[in-house]
């Protein structure tokens, strides 16, 4: 069976490169001499002749033609030389990912050949140094190490050596006479080569690799409980909070510099007069200041930097979990998801402004308190009741201003909703006149939005007034006593002086704290939607060890598969057993709501049974790592997404695709070639929000041409050609003819030109499959039913 990508009509199009060579370092005799022969006549390794290999099998990366030095051969025309040059960079990098792997799997970690391979096409595929290898091992996880100048010793391997001739080869191990290169053409995989005549040809350079401390931990510890998402990213930054604290440690120790100058001029120059002290104390007084200063603004550049590293960690860490979710365990609507992403901007600002440096602050009040008690006694008391007054109020009002916090961020995130619907649809509402209603729910939701916010606003203006009155009346009750103190003879006026300082001082933070504790409300609101994202179930789980796959045949087979959408509903889809051979085309028919297009999701791995197993060459897809099934199944929705921006960068999601010619090779395919020849813009047309631009049947074609660039061995189409025009599908039918030879398929449709491809037809009747034959006798058995 050919996979090919040619179409079945005489349009030209240009395939998919031929099937690669082998590889041109491959070195893989039985003994030593033919070894040294090999890497004896091979002068230049990037084109070194090579047996034939086998053709790519379908869903193999294809090479990225514009990485590649062409440009001497396009000029003079010489295209068998170019395919050539195509070949031998294939060859080259499949076996450069062989070694890579195997030597991985030597040190405990295995990755696919095709992860490897896939990341040497997307970074400077033509680089064939030491260097590029090392970046390759590295995305095992493992810790690379290039060694120069290596002895020929037996504790120097297992290791890649490159050899003089640009070659690399998988040393193994070492004898006094010998030494073993990894070769999967002989016994063993090991081919023994005499040391003497192995040692001319070793460049002295090796590529080492160990694991990394985290690996090993994840092998030989138990799985604990992962860190918090946001929270367990502050341990992380130990050092930059350890700077922070002693910082502020300084800056308040410099800060009661103020106080002591008071209470020293008050104290002993004003009654002697004495100038020469004056001005001594005032000297260390400003230096005092100046570095109170220079150390807060220091702090301020260490809270800004680890904040930035912090918020940047955190974003990338949602996104992913985000991009990672399971499609059919949402844990909110897409407004939902949309407003807690957006609201992240809140949590970020509440712990990169003055909030760390206000907490930092805190644990040294004590510092304070306890010098008032050293100098004014009982005074103490007084600060100590101030600052509790102005703390009672904000932690009773935290319920309240939660419950605001939610009223306001869930009206806000339906009034995006609607205004994103209002954007996106505006012409059906138009259509339809549903304007009164629209502006009806805009009100409604403006009103209870600003509702809630303006009582927020209100409650964290009397918490701020509160706190600045308990901080001032704690001042004027400081004064009274110490006056009252100083009439008894017990304080001096220096006394009331630094004593009225050292209250302002302290109570200072707490006056900051309790403004935090009133936005507070928000960020926890806030964090709530977001723990709903980083806590969501993902497709894939970081804990779990999943099966990899180089290739998929496409024998499926679904064991009780039961799925609901709604946990209290009845089940969408409810099949006890079905199976499909690899190669089969498999039509699902049915009416609207039957349950094909949950069937082909289940089939594509993106959703997962409720009840039963999906097994797929013999194996319950949950098993499988994600990355492989999307690599092999090729999956096409009824409604093609596309994204703002270029054409090119629609049909390049992946970003493996660097080769205009194969990027309008898929367009032709899909039919639409000719559209973008003549638009002035090409590949580079621009594409708006949601495929703006483009008609439905354009968009249709745009993902018919995603499909064929991912050359899938397993093809899963839901209704493919219902936006296409008569003419395109028959077209499109004739070139499935033979692409779709030697792959498993199975497609959901209402269109007789497509079905016509099939052999086999399912019939779903609310999410249960009440046919399954042959298509003929299936189609037959229809026609006469709808006769009588």
């Known amino acids: 069976m050919s996979n090919s990508n040619r179409p079945t009509d005489d349009t030209v199009l240009r395939p998919v490169p031929p099937a690669p060579r082998a590889p041109d370092d491959a070195a893989r005799p039985s003994s030593g001499k033919p070894v040294l022969r090999a890497i004896e006549t091979q002068s230049a390794p990037h084109l070194a002749p090579a047996a034939a290999a086998p053709a790519p099998q379908a869903g193999a990366p294809t090479p990225p033609v514009a990485d590649l030095d062409l440009t001497g051969l396009l000029e003079d025309g010489s295209v068998g030389e170019v395919s050539a040059l195509i070949e031998d960079a294939t060859a080259r990098i ?37 260097d590029s290898l090392a970046k390759a091992l590295q995305t095992t996880g493992m810790q690379a190490q290039i060694s120069h100048q290596v002895p020929l010793t037996p504790e120097s391997w297992p290791a890649l050596a490159m050899m003089n ?97 008071s209470l020293q001029v008050y104290d002993r120059v004003v009654p002697h007069q004495s100038h020469a002290t004056l001005w001594v104390l005032a000297f260390g007084a400003f230096l005092a200041i100046m570095l109170e200063a220079l150390l807060k603004l220091a702090r301020a550049r260490l809270t800004d930097a680890a904040g930035r590293q912090i918020e940047l960690s955190v974003q990338n860490n949602l996104m992913r979990r985000l991009i990672g979710m399971r499609s059919d365990k949402k844990p909110l609507p897409p407004s939902g998801l949309f407003a807690a992403m957006r609201d992240f901007g809140s949590v970020r600002e509440f712990f990169t402004s003055t909030t760390i440096s206000t907490l930092a602050d805190i644990p040294f009040i004590a510092v304070f308190l306890l010098l008032v008690a050293s100098i004014a006694g009982p005074i103490v008391w007084i600060i100590i009741a101030g600052g509790i007054l102005m703390l009672l109020p904000a932690y009773f009002m935290q319920k309240r201003m939660i419950t605001l916090t939610r009223q306001t961020q869930g009206a806000n995130a339906k009034a995006g909703r609607l205004l994103h619907e209002v954007v996106n649809e505006l012409d059906t509402l138009k259509s339809q006149r549903g304007e009164d209603r629209v502006l009806r729910l805009w009100d409604e939701l403006n009103t209870l ?91 894939k789980e970081d804990e779990r060890s999943y099966l990899r796959r180089d290739s998929l045949e496409g024998r499926f087979e679904l ?14 889809l409810d099949v006890p057993g079905v199976a499909v051979t690899p190669g089969q085309r498999v039509a699902v028919l049915g009416v609207n709501g039957s349950g094909k297009s949950t069937l082909l999701k289940l089939m594509s791995g993106l959703y997962v049974p409720d009840r039963g197993r999906v097994m797929i060459d013999g194996t319950d897809m949950t098993q499988i790592d994600p990355r492989d099934l999307r690599r092999h199944i090729g999956y096409l929705s009824q409604d093609v997404r596309l994204f703002a921006g270029t054409l090119r960068e629609n049909l390049n999601l992946n970003q493996l695709e660097r080769d205009d010619d194969r990027l309008m090779t898929a367009l032709d395919f899909a039919g639409l070639g000719a559209h973008v020849r003549n638009h002035h813009k090409g590949l580079d047309l621009e594409i708006f929000d949601g495929g703006g631009g483009l008609s439905i049947g354009q968009r249709q074609s745009i993902g018919w041409a995603r499909l064929w660039l991912q050359n899938p061995s397993i093809v899963l189409l839901d209704e493919p050609t219902a936006a296409l025009d008569q003419t395109l599908e028959r077209t499109l039918v004739s070139r499935l003819e033979t692409w779709l030879e030697g792959r498993t398929t199975v497609i959901a449709t209402h269109r007789m030109p497509i079905l016509s491809l099939t052999n086999r037809t399912l019939i779903l009747q609310s999410g249960r499959m009440v046919v399954d034959g042959p298509r003929d006798q299936v189609l037959a058995h229809l026609a006469a039913g709808e006769g009588k």
């Open 449 to 539: 939005s600003t509702h809630a916010a303006t009582e927020q606003r209100r409650l964290s203006s009397a918490l701020t007034h509160w706190s600045q009155g308990v901080q001032q009346a704690t001042y004027i009750g400081s004064v009274v006593v110490g006056t009252l103190m100083v009439f008894a003879g017990e304080f001096t006026v220096g006394t009331i002086i630094a004593t009225g300082i050292l209250t302002s001082r302290t109570l200072a933070p707490l006056t900051q704290f309790a403004a935090t504790l009133a936005r507070w409300s928000n960020v926890k609101g806030a964090l709530e939607g977001l723990d709903a994202i980083a806590n969501s179930a993902q497709e």
């Open 94 to 130: 499949q076996h450069r990912a062989a070694l890579i792997a195997t030597f991985a799997s030597l040190k405990g970690t295995n990755v696919p050949l095709s992860d490897i391979a896939e990341y040497m096409w997307r970074n400077d595929p033509g680089d064939v140094s030491v």
């Open 165 to 261: 001739n640009g070659q690399c080869v998988l040393v193994l191990s070492q004898t006094r006479e010998t030494i073993s290169i990894y070769d999967t053409t002989c016994a063993d995989n090991r081919a023994e080569v005499p040391l003497a005549e192995f040692g001319p040809y070793f460049t002295g350079t090796t590529l080492g690799a160990r694991n990394s401390l985290k690996q090993i931990a994840a092998r030989h510890t138990p799985q604990l409980e992962s860190d918090h998402w946001f929270w367990g990213e502050f341990p992380k930054y130990r050092r930059q909070v350890g700077e922070i604290m002693l910082g502020s440690l300084v800056a308040n120790i410099l800060a009661v510099s103020v106080a002591l100058f």
């Open 559 to 572: 064991r009780e598969v039961m799925f609901r959408y709604d946990e209290d509903g009845a089940p969408t």
